[in-house]
């Protein structure tokens, strides 16, 4: 789908962190750039109003050799934890379904399999999921434990060679369109376990999968309640690494990372809308740019999006010399959700009422924003994370 070009796409970069990166890392970068604007912007808006996953959009994500992330063998992408970053900052400036479908995809269930999984497990279901010929999902979070992972419900019991699941998930992506999903329960000695289930789009005896419906934002996103009445799941569907909820934590971590890096993303990309608009829309027979009040908003907004790259980058600096812990990546998805809000309001006001059509993308990436604000923990769990770690007192519970 992506067709050759040598068009250079500019993307915001006020304090040069683009001098960083290797020659590996910058084209890492374009490929998905030029992928974004050729083929995301110019299609996704027909599949976000009619709340529709855009098949066609995300099968091409396997031609740019980003699928699995950071995770090695197997035909997935291997890459380091900056270019990982780098991939969900490009996707998500262009559209927050797709990055996030990338997220599920890569970051959580083909990183718990590549994490938590033995040799076997991996061998058999990585290279589908690589090669996109297979869709993964993680199903954590339930109807009525959302932030609280640790109080999941869905029980595992033992029946012969393998175990029934019984429980229900909610807001799990991609789940409708699964081949691997990954159902996080509880065995009858309290054990957390994560179970896969396969072929769920295909229909599973005891499973029952319903698409979300009225969604504000991340519309071509499929998230999905999940109910599960005695499904069946062999003892090899089991992961094998997986003895507590500190394990889910591993997975946790790396998605919380790529999180903030889409948050910055999501900024950017309505950040460099609003510049170019200020520059070009006219009133008072001179461009908005040039009165004060926009000009404000614009620096607001860039000053806010430097931070948050530079945020990134030393985060993710920490975790290849594994010094990211909880505290200072909770700090970091809360920092830039809670800033790619802010921005992407401010870009609105400054495209004026063009900003509320999905055709400007303003629209569409300020509900981005605020979807992203509330998953991979809400912004109010991660602060309390952020000040346990700071002041060695638990302020959850």
Request: include cysteine; hydrophobic fraction near 40%.
């Amino acid at each position: 789908m992506l067709v050759a070009t040598t068009q250079i796409y500019e993307s915001f970069d006020y304090f040069h962190v683009d001098q960083f990166l290797s020659k590996k890392q910058r084209e890492l970068r374009l490929r998905v750039r030029e992928y974004v604007e050729q083929v995301v912007k110019p299609n996704i808006n027909p599949y976000w109003d009619r709340a529709e996953f855009p098949f066609e959009i995300a099968m091409g994500l396997r031609d740019l050799g980003i699928v699995g992330g950071i995770i090695r063998g197997h035909g997935s992408a291997g890459l380091d934890a900056l270019e990982a970053g780098l991939v969900m900052y490009e996707l998500a400036r262009g559209d927050g379904s797709i990055a996030t479908f990338f997220g599920v995809q890569s970051g959580l269930a083909m990183t718990s399999i590549g994490l938590l999984g033995n040799d076997d497990q991996r061998a058999r279901w990585l290279p589908g999921l690589a090669r996109l010929e297979k869709i993964g999902a993680f199903g954590l979070t339930e109807p009525l434990v959302g932030s609280n992972a640790s109080a999941i419900t869905t029980t595992a019991t033992r029946d012969g060679n393998g175990y029934r699941l019984h429980g229900a998930k909610r807001w799990i992506g991609n789940a409708s369109l699964s081949d691997v999903l990954i159902i996080w329960a509880r065995d009858e000695d309290g054990k957390l376990g994560g179970f896969v289930v396969e072929g769920a789009k295909d229909g599973v005896e005891g499973l029952s999968i319903t698409d979300l419906q009225g969604k504000m934002g991340k519309r071509a996103l499929l998230n999905a309640d999940v109910v599960l009445d005695g499904v069946y799941v062999p003892a090899e569907n089991r992961l094998a690494k997986v003895s507590s909820v500190k394990d889910t934590y591993k997975v946790l971590m790396f998605g919380r990372n790529g999180i903030g890096w889409e948050c910055a993303g999501t900024a950017v990309g309505a950040f460099e809308v609003a510049l170019k608009y200020a520059k070009e829309r006219q009133q008072f027979g001179k461009p908005i740019a040039s009165f004060q009040l926009v000009q404000q908003k614009l620096v607001e907004m860039a000053t806010e999006i430097t931070t948050m790259q530079l945020m990134c980058f030393q985060a993710t600096s920490l975790m290849a010399t594994n010094q990211l812990d909880e505290g200072r990546v909770s700090m970091l998805k809360y920092h830039n959700a809670k800033k790619a809000r802010y921005v992407t309001q401010l870009a609105r006001e400054v495209l004026g009422g063009n900003g509320i059509l999905i055709e400007n993308q303003i629209a569409r990436l300020m509900t981005d924003a605020e979807i992203s604000y509330i998953y991979e923990g809400t912004n109010e769990i991660n602060l309390l994370l952020i000040g346990r770690d700071l002041t060695g007192i638990n302020a959850i519970q």
